[in-house]
């Protein structure tokens, strides 16, 4: 995983660089996309090998803040890799109280089960993003149709280095750390995180949060 960005980085900087044929503007501007783009992919996988010992330790540092889950969906929403375009459903209302989090890694974790969702969902189903809340908890739940995954699966997700899709079976790329990082930053900002799987949703992800008591409804 480490080296496929890498490579693609040294192959398009290499075709910059050379002297000895034109390059088209058009061709310019599509290898620099692809750089910045691998770029992105690799910076984002260091961080996450980087993020594992603090996990492990239970050391992670958070800033706990009161946060809109609505504006932190719509910001994620704007990260997520989706390159075949699949629909995803927002269904967080713009009033959604707010909840105490930190704002960068709730982003994180957002941007995490979306692409998890997006790259493991069936052609033509969208992943749907839903949220409800009680006088003491906000539940934030994001969905997509797949295959049932069965129990004994299920309960291994949260391992390192765990993917759906098994060796003899892999479609897709990732490292199998998302889940187990999502896992680790929802608990250290004091939240839960439940998996499940049905014949009517193929897989599903709920986070829940505390509520921020003092506000709630967005001015």
């Known amino acids: 995983e480490l080296r496929t960005p890498l490579t693609s980085i040294q192959g398009y900087t290499s075709r910059l660089l050379r002297t000895d044929i034109q390059i088209t503007e058009e061709t310019r501007q599509k290898s620099l996309r692809i750089i910045k783009r691998q770029s992105e992919r690799l910076k984002r996988l260091i ?5 594992i010992p603090d996990i492990e330790r239970d050391r992670i540092r958070v800033a706990l803040e009161p946060v809109w889950i609505s504006d932190t969906v ?66 934030i739940s994001i969905s997509n149709q797949c295959d049932k995954i069965p129990e004994e699966k299920l309960n291994s997700l949260f391992e390192k280095f765990i993917r759906m899709d098994d060796k003899t079976t892999r479609t897709t790329r990732g490292t199998g750390l998302g889940l187990f990082i999502v896992k680790g930053l929802v608990e250290a900002m004091n939240g839960k995180i439940k998996i499940s799987s049905t014949d009517e949703v193929g897989f599903n992800v709920e986070i829940t949060l505390p509520l921020f008591k003092s506000v709630t409804l967005k001015p």
């Open 74 to 139: 719509t910001n994620a929403l704007t990260l997520v890799k989706n390159n075949e375009e699949k629909e995803i459903v927002n269904n967080i209302s713009e009033d959604f109280p707010l909840v105490i989090a930190d704002k960068d890694r709730a982003e994180q974790i957002i941007v995490n089960l979306v692409e998890n969702a997006v790259k493991y969902s069936k052609e033509n189903t969208p992943i749907t993003i839903n949220g409800k809340y009680h006088s003491e908890e906000a539940i």
């Open 47 to 51: 961080e996450d090998l980087l993020v």
